[in-house]
């Protein structure tokens, strides 16, 4: 089993930045990619972002040029840097991991993020 805790999101101005943290623990040699989603009301969720054990990111198209990922594997943690936040970001993330033995999903609690004057 692995367990997510998020952390860094709250309530931002537009053109603002916000850093997201996400700490593992548990089974946490079985980690593999770790990823940050999210989900607008209303909306789907989608991928922001993840970056793979060898350190391959990927963006969503929406986020890429604003947000990295990055990951600390000696500190078990993975982090969202966000920077122009616009409106359009508003959303609840939730950060992911999926193990590469057993190809499970771990899923963290979601964090509010609020871009708004």
């Known amino acids: 089993q692995v367990q997510l805790v998020e952390s860094g999101g709250g309530l931002v101005q537009p053109g603002g930045s916000l850093r997201l943290s996400c700490a593992a623990s548990?089974?946490?040699?079985?980690?593999?990619?770790l990823g940050w989603y999210r989900q607008a009301p209303g909306k789907a969720p989608e991928l922001g972002a993840s970056i793979a054990w060898g350190g391959d990111t990927n963006y969503a198209d929406s986020v890429k040029g604003r947000f990295t990922i990055s990951r600390d594997n000696g500190k078990n943690t993975v982090y969202l840097q966000m920077n122009s936040l616009t409106p359009e970001d508003t959303a609840v993330y939730y950060c992911?991991?999926?193990?590469?033995?057993?190809?499970?999903?771990?899923w963290g609690q979601g964090i509010q993020v609020t871009v708004s004057s």
């Open positions: 548990g089974s946490i040699f079985s980690i593999g990619t």
């Open positions: 992911h991991a999926l193990s590469r033995t057993t190809w499970t999903n771990y």
